[in-house]
């Protein structure tokens, strides 16, 4: 089946440790993003990526990194400058802008739980 | 800054009525989208909206859009319980979606 894979579902950090949580896609999608989500509220967007090699900031890129070596892969690491991790994280992907109207929603995957221990 | 407003923020409805959640924005954007969440779980694409004018329905959900207003509205009608989830808009603008803060919706027996 199509979709969007995030793995793990729970992670757990320590402090002063860096995590990375990964996101696969076989979609075919150019543009991958991640978003955070904390409780009660909406999706804050982190790092997106249109094509390989290349990723922009988002509004709360600081205390994360990204890479897309890949079109289906676009990690997330969360480093040890992000003092407060805990949150909800969403990755998603769109196809090509223009020709199919489909190919404009931006598809999520089921989340990764990020808690610090 | 795009900024994108939702409301009301919570919403207890009884089954069998109609309501309508109201998303407000800031500046003109490409394109307006829809999306449910249900608890714990990931975003559901819901609608997709272009233009001015543009309606959509699905089942019980119906999104409007009038970018005169910067204004989308989801009306739902005749509430049922597999309705209760959390509900938000989002506005597209170059590469980008600027989130709602959520509508969170419970259906009442």
Same mark, same amino acid.
């Given at each position: ?117 | ?9 919570? @919403? /207890?409805?009884?089954?069998? =009525? ?9 500046? !003109?954007?490409? &394109? #307006? ?16 909206? @272009? /233009?001015?004018?543009?309606? =959509? ?9 009038? !970018?005169?207003? &910067? #204004? ?33 919706? !419970?259906?009442?027996?």
């Amino acid at each position: 089946d199509g979709g969007i894979t995030q793995s793990p579902k729970y992670l757990f950090r320590k402090e002063g440790q860096n995590v990375t949580l990964s996101c696969e896609q076989n979609l075919n999608h150019d543009a991958m993003y991640w978003y955070r989500q904390d409780p009660g509220q909406g999706l804050r967007l982190i790092y997106y990526s249109q094509i390989v090699n290349d990723f922009q900031k988002g509004d709360i890129a600081e205390g994360y990194s990204v890479s897309r070596e890949k079109k289906e892969s676009f990690p997330l690491t969360v480093t040890s400058a992000q003092k407060n991790p805990t949150a909800f994280y969403l990755c998603a992907s769109r196809g090509l802008a223009g020709g199919n109207l489909a190919k404009n929603i931006q598809y999520f995957g089921a989340g990764t739980r990020l808690s610090v221990l | 800054e795009l900024k994108v407003e939702q409301n009301p923020l919570f @919403l /207890s409805m009884q089954e069998g =009525k109609n309501y309508t959640i109201y998303c407000n924005y800031s500046t !003109t954007s490409d &394109r #307006l989208y829809w999306y449910r969440q249900d608890p714990g779980k990931s975003l559901e694409s819901l609608f997709v909206l @272009l /233009s001015n004018g543009a309606v =959509k329905q699905e089942g019980r959900l119906m999104a409007s859009l009038d !970018t005169k207003a &910067r #204004l989308s509205t989801l009306h739902i009608t005749a509430a049922v319980h597999d309705l209760s989830a959390t509900y938000f808009c989002a506005v597209g603008r170059n590469e980008k979606l600027t989130f709602g803060t959520g509508t969170r919706l !419970t259906i009442i027996p």
